[in-house]
């Protein structure tokens, strides 16, 4: 049964953390003699690829100059989520996080999934593309572990890897043969992330009296116990004694 509305946006801040390791990619033009022309931060969006690439099709000649200068440019996009059995656990596990002196709040054990994402990269000549490609591949071996805030509940870091699973280059031409081609560089990601449900906040029992009676008669007490935490890990504890005298 689906439990009440919950929202933890892991998804959104998976994908966003996704973003960020792409954001910095830079491609410089040089001379034979190895002096930089020009140095460009190359446009980085969520989007299909094949929006892009229908654009082109659709420009005139006078057009594709402007185009051109636009690229290279890459996008990103979810292709697939699968179900990751191999990490899963006991789904009735509990997981409580103290938020504040009075109160904690609950959550079941996260569900682990694979999200499938393809990044493109679009290029007019083979030199960026290459530039780009090689500032990639270097931080994955095969992969790269981010660590998020929050995914598995309120102050909490989960590590979430990030797998560079295959690399396709290809060269597709606008018209015909002859015509000049576009270079785009596909590399598949798997992101390794964990799903949380709804999470529950309960009252945190702030002090503990105890009685202790005198059995040989019930309306005396012997002794009373009065427990009171002072902090996360000790608790101040106060025992007094009463004497059937001052009873």
Request: glycine share 4%; net charge negative.
């Amino acid at each position: 049964m689906l439990a009440d509305y919950f929202y933890n946006k892991t998804i959104k801040r998976t994908i966003g953390a996704f973003g960020t390791l792409f954001n910095n990619i830079i491609v410089r033009r040089q001379t034979a003699a190895g002096a930089v022309l020009n140095q460009t931060r190359v446009p980085f969006s969520y989007a299909p690829r094949q929006k892009f690439l229908a654009r082109l099709d659709e420009i005139t000649k006078t057009e594709e100059q402007r185009v051109a200068i636009k690229l290279p440019r890459m996008s990103f996009e979810i292709t697939g989520i699968s179900f990751d059995t191999n990490s899963a656990l006991n789904r009735m596990n509990k997981k409580k996080i103290v938020v504040g002196d009075t109160s904690a709040t609950r959550v079941f054990q996260s569900v682990p999934y694979d999200i499938s994402i393809t990044l493109s990269v679009v290029a007019k000549n083979q030199d960026d593309a290459l530039q780009i490609v090689e500032q990639i591949l270097p931080t994955f071996a095969p992969e790269y572990t981010l660590s998020l805030k929050d995914l598995e509940g309120a102050g909490s870091r989960t590590d979430v890897p990030v797998i560079l699973t295959d690399i396709t280059p290809e060269i597709t031409y606008e018209g015909d043969f002859a015509s000049r081609g576009i270079i785009i560089w596909t590399l598949s990601f798997t992101v390794k992330t964990r799903f949380t449900g709804e999470t529950q906040t309960q009252g945190l029992i702030t002090d503990i009296d105890i009685d202790f009676m005198d059995f040989t008669s019930r309306d005396q007490f012997f002794s009373e116990i009065s427990i009171v935490p002072d902090s996360a890990d000790e608790a101040v504890i106060t025992f007094n004694s009463t004497n059937d005298e001052d009873s």
